[in-house]
């Protein structure tokens, strides 16, 4: 079970597409870019693939990034306080890569988005595995 576990995990997180951002923080930004509202993402548990229903979002916030001038757009992965923190943190990372290069596949460009991860953190604060809220499963995107 464990060797499947991390077989699968390997599998997810080298299958994702590679961008040449890193992992930081993003920047914090003043007037009207920084003041837009975020854009969240929704993914599965467990997983760093994008729905059918995330694409639309996505083109909607690269038409907002353009038509703001936004300088940078930070595209931050998420998860629920579920299961391991190394795999959450690895997960939030290939939930945010996810998002970036769709961002860039729709015409934002790359050199305009700070990829950031802030696994487990904001978790609802009941215990057991009803910790799993859809809304922690989650890629944010900021405009800055």
């Not at 757009?73 to 998860?79: A, S």
């Not at 860039?104 to 009941?126: D, M, T």
């Amino acid at each position: 079970m464990r060797f499947t576990a991390l077989f699968l995990a390997g599998a997810l997180f080298a299958a994702g597409p590679a961008l040449a951002q890193s992992v930081e923080r993003c920047p914090v930004g003043t007037g009207a870019a920084a003041e837009s509202q975020p854009v969240w993402i929704l993914f599965d548990l467990g997983s760093a693939k994008l729905r059918p229903d995330a694409k639309p979002l996505i083109a909607d916030a690269v038409r907002t990034a353009k038509a703001r001038q936004s300088v940078k757009v930070c595209v931050i992965g998420q998860t629920d306080k579920l299961g391991d923190k190394n795999y959450n943190a690895k997960l939030a990372e290939a939930r945010a890569r996810a998002v970036a290069a769709e961002l860039a596949h729709a015409g934002l460009a790359p050199g305009k988005i700070v990829i950031a991860s802030n696994p487990e953190a904001f978790g609802n604060l009941s215990f057991g595995s009803r910790n799993a809220q859809e809304e922690d499963r989650r890629v944010t995107i900021l405009f800055r």
